[in-house]
């Protein structure tokens, strides 16, 4: 059973082909859809899912493969807007450079905050982010340079150096290819050693760290890593948006815990996961709100608690792990009849 | 003719320094937890490729030593030198990647993983950058090394099977092959052979021994089966309430009368 053989060689890349040929399909589909839909909500729907994959996955690395609940997500979103909305408004330099500022920032406030909260364990981590969010969300709220709870407008003047477009569709592409690159990303580490050590020290940290691994330089690491990527989407959010205010991303931690609950929804420590969680999430709860909204303010969150919930009690590990199970099933098809 | 000289020299050094070549040494180790002292002022020393029986009655601080030899505690006195360097107080991932590998009393793989990663883990992290492992993946040697081991702890055919999924006796194999996968100076075996059927028992032993001899490597190993640790320990020491009460050959432990007290009462 071991060994390698051509029939089992043929049904691994057959496999591999059936996988190819839906990625295929999938980025064949999304890439036309401007061209076939016309209509700016829905377009828009599927930038804030391209933003929320790459959000989701982002935070999939520390809370999913690491398991360390982190609720300080939203500081990185907000680093990433301001970025790009200072640099052109008081440096008049093109928001293109936020994609290496914003990272770099982001990276360091994570690093500096994780370093000493990742001695924390369990509980106690969660709860510090989630103060840590709350304290910087106070601070941007009196924070003169950044206009403070007022917030920043970008002045929408299209042009290719402003990151400003006059059709929806060009920003559709752009958070496209940066959702893929987050993806292509995630599924390497998801092979790498590091995916494979921080999946170890998720289960049993002392066992990782009586291996030879340094548990809190990883952990410190990872988080470091997420949230320079996290702040790559609020470049996108701020882009799109061209508003940014304290609130929209640091109010009551909304954002942190939505992000959270897009890996969680579609399935933790899985590379499919958060992808799965922002198609069924942020659908849900832009449609909800588009036409539930209008009965009161509350009606769309009642909606989306429900579907959480209902995810929650019949799948546990998330939406990822549905496809998973179908996945298993097929190949337990192959390998009954090779037996 | 230079090379065989040479050979031969660098032999009688080794075995010089066997002689006083101490791999691991403890010196007035103490440790307390509250009132309670678990180790008090504990010297003890290990040889290279030596096999070191631990034993003690229950509660006379084994585990504890381990846990501060290996930094999971840090001690509330004394030193621990490893391979010439002072480890006392280090991380246990530090203390790791300097040659020390140890197992725990209750075996801890990880569940959710397969038997095959759950080896590729257990690798030397020596010389790791930690950006490095973001885009590198297990390399064709880990993988020959991580089945020869397998091999030769004979769970081979269970390497894609996930650890939750194997028995209790495969989980001590695997647990010793993963503690051997660390290209390991020296190996602490916290009861190897506890809640082990028989025939299990004598392929464990027989794989410290196998070890022992192909690749060198020291072995501290507690042990409450006295069949077991008498009959493979080069050297022996015994714990009772945190202090040593006696060193020698299992022979001298065995007819010790003070050994006999602690273990069986008057």
């Known amino acids: 059973m071991d060994k390698i053989t051509l029939s089992s060689m043929l049904e691994k890349s057959r496999e591999k082909r059936i996988s190819v040929l839906l990625i295929t399909i999938a980025l064949l589909v999304l890439a036309v859809i401007p061209f076939i839909i016309n209509n700016d909500f829905t377009l828009s729907i599927f930038i804030w899912i391209f933003v929320y994959i790459i959000l989701g996955s982002a935070w999939n690395l520390v809370g999913g493969y690491t398991g360390q609940i982190a609720l300080a997500h939203g500081v990185f979103v907000a680093i990433g ?29 994570g690093f500096a905050i994780s370093y000493p909260t990742l001695k924390l364990k369990g509980h106690y981590f969660a709860m510090t982010t989630l103060a840590f969010g709350f304290v910087t969300w106070k601070v941007f709220l009196h924070w003169d340079y950044i206009n403070g709870a007022a917030g920043l407008n970008i002045p929408f003047k299209p042009s290719f150096s402003a990151m400003i477009f006059s059709t929806p569709d060009i920003m559709y592409y752009l958070s496209f290819i940066l959702a893929a690159g987050t993806i292509v990303l995630f599924y390497i580490i998801d092979r790498s050693k590091l995916g494979m050590y921080l999946k170890s020290i998720n289960q049993d940290e002392e066992s990782a760290e009586n291996r030879g691994i340094n548990v809190h330089k990883y952990k410190v690491y990872a988080m470091t890593l997420s949230a320079a990527i996290t702040s790559i989407g609020g470049v996108i959010f701020a882009q799109y948006v061209l508003f940014v205010d304290p609130n929209l991303f640091m109010e009551g931690s909304l954002m942190s815990i939505r992000i959270a609950l897009i890996a969680i929804v579609g399935g933790l420590g899985t590379v499919l996961g958060p992808i799965l969680g922002a198609f069924v999430m942020i659908p849900l709860e832009e449609y909800t709100r588009a036409f539930l909204g209008g009965l009161g303010r509350g009606y769309s969150l009642f909606i989306y608690g429900i579907v959480i919930i209902v995810i929650a009690m019949y799948w546990p590990k998330g939406l990822a792990d549905i496809i998973y199970r179908i996945e298993k099933k097929i190949k337990g098809v192959y390998h009954g009849r090779s037996k | 003719m230079a090379d065989q000289n040479n050979n031969l020299s660098n032999t009688i050094i080794k075995v010089q320094n066997q002689e006083d070549n101490k791999i691991l040494q403890i010196r007035q180790l103490t440790k307390r937890f509250g009132g309670l002292t678990a180790l008090n002022k504990v010297n003890m020393h290990i040889r290279e490729s030596e096999i070191l029986g631990l034993i003690g ?66 690798q030397s992290h020596k010389n790791e950058s930690i950006v490095g492992t973001t885009y590198t993946r297990f390399n064709d040697t880990t993988r020959e090394k991580a089945d020869e081991l397998l091999k030769f702890v004979e769970i081979y055919k269970l390497r894609d099977h996930k650890a939750a999924e194997i028995s209790f006796g495969q989980r001590k194999l695997l647990e010793l092959a993963c503690t051997l996968m660390q290209d390991p100076e020296m190996v602490m075996l916290d009861e190897p052979t506890a809640g082990v059927n028989p025939t299990l028992i004598n392929k464990i032993i ?56 602690a273990y069986f009462g008057d």
């Open chain 1, 81 to 109: 807007a301001y970025s790009a909305a200072v640099l052109p408004k008081y440096y008049g330099i093109t928001p293109w450079l936020a994609f290496i500022i914003a990272p770099l920032i982001a990276a360091c406030v």
């Open chain 2, 57 to 122: 009655p229950n509660g006379s601080g084994k585990t504890t030593l381990f846990n501060c030899v290996t930094g999971f505690y840090k001690p509330d006195g004394g030193q621990i030198i490893f391979r010439g360097e002072d480890t006392t107080g280090k991380r246990p991932s530090d203390v790791a990647k300097l040659g020390m590998s140890r197992s725990f009393q209750i075996t801890r793989p990880f569940d959710e993983l397969t038997v095959f990663e759950n080896m590729f883990i257990s």
């Open chain 2, 206 to 261: 027989d794989d410290i021994i196998r070890a022992n001899e192909k690749f060198g490597t020291t072995f501290l190993i507690i042990e409450h089966n006295m069949n077991v640790i008498m009959g493979i320990s080069h050297r022996m020491y015994v714990l009772a309430s945190g202090e040593v009460l006696r060193e020698g050959t299992p022979e001298e432990v065995r007819n010790d009368p003070q050994v006999l007290e």
